[in-house]
């Protein structure tokens, strides 16, 4: 993997007819994520966070601007975790999972997957008789099981419980720590942000742009210390109070 250089001079929704019916998304926003980085962005509800998720991953090329991903020729596999599971309710967990192989389903990986996020005993279960938490893990195994080159997590953990969240959170740690990618994560949550990534991007209200580029220096061995996760927060909100305001 090369890497992903985002350089966005403008997106816009609405009618080009009636100026008083356009809204801004996006203006000259522009960063590079390095391979294998593991980068949370953080920003209030509205600012574009999906939409330039969906633009990384192909699904909206109505902007004004470049996004390169990939070397030249090479096209990078990318993963999706969507805010909600979208599984498909007549399909079981398995599946679910296996929908993602265009060819013959790579039964071992599976496994360990559904190992790895504690699911082998409900491979065989229908979604609806799946805690929210159990289909959210079921939904970043599919994503990982694409084994992907980019993955990105569209606030994956959003209304799970602080304990189910924090579960969820150290499995995902442990398949990334298995197999690092890059990984573009969005979240409200700055404690979450602190202890999952290698870097923070802050986001202004729309137009988005980059408000703040941190880097997290907390050594992996030590993110489930939640003290350091706390010292590392009240710090960055001392000496980036421009900050505040976006969480």
């Known amino acids: 993997m090369s890497d992903i250089r985002i350089s966005i001079a403008n997106k816009v929704y609405g009618s080009t007819q009636q100026d008083d019916q356009f809204h801004h998304a996006i203006a000259e926003l522009n960063f590079t994520v390095h391979p294998d980085q593991f980068v949370c962005l953080v920003g209030p509800s509205g600012c574009g966070k999906t939409t330039l998720l969906n633009m990384i991953a192909g699904l909206d090329s109505h902007y004004e601007g470049q996004i390169d991903v990939g070397r030249s020729g ?3 596999s ?3 975790v969507f805010q909600n599971p979208r599984l498909l309710p007549w399909h079981s967990v ?5 929908l993602v192989f265009a060819g013959q389903p790579k039964t071992e990986l599976i496994d360990g997957l559904l190992d790895s996020m504690q699911l082998r005993d409900v491979e065989h279960q229908y979604p609806e008789r799946l805690s929210l938490g159990m289909q959210r893990r079921v939904s970043i195994i599919r994503a ?3 084994e992907a080159d980019i993955l990105l997590m569209d606030e994956p953990f959003v ?3 602080a304990p189910t969240a924090r579960q969820v959170r150290s499995l ?3 398949l990334w720590q298995q197999r690092p990618h890059t990984v573009l994560f969005v979240t409200h949550d700055l404690r979450e942000a602190i202890a999952l990534a290698d870097r923070l991007i802050f986001l202004s209200p729309s137009p988005m742009r980059i408000v703040s580029d941190i880097g997290v220096d907390i050594a992996r ?3 489930h210390d939640e003290s350091r996760i706390e010292y ?3 710090q960055l909100l001392r000496h980036h109070p421009e900050i505040d305001g976006l969480l």
Do not use: H, K
């Open 74 to 76: 090479i096209i990078p």
């Open 94 to 98: 398995r599946q679910n999972i296996e």
């Open 144 to 146: 990982f099981a694409v």
């Open 172 to 174: 995902l740690y442990s």
């Open 159 to 161: 209304s799970l419980d």
């Open 78 to 80: 990318i993963g999706y």
């Open 221 to 223: 061995d030590q993110r």
């Open 232 to 234: 590392f927060r009240e």
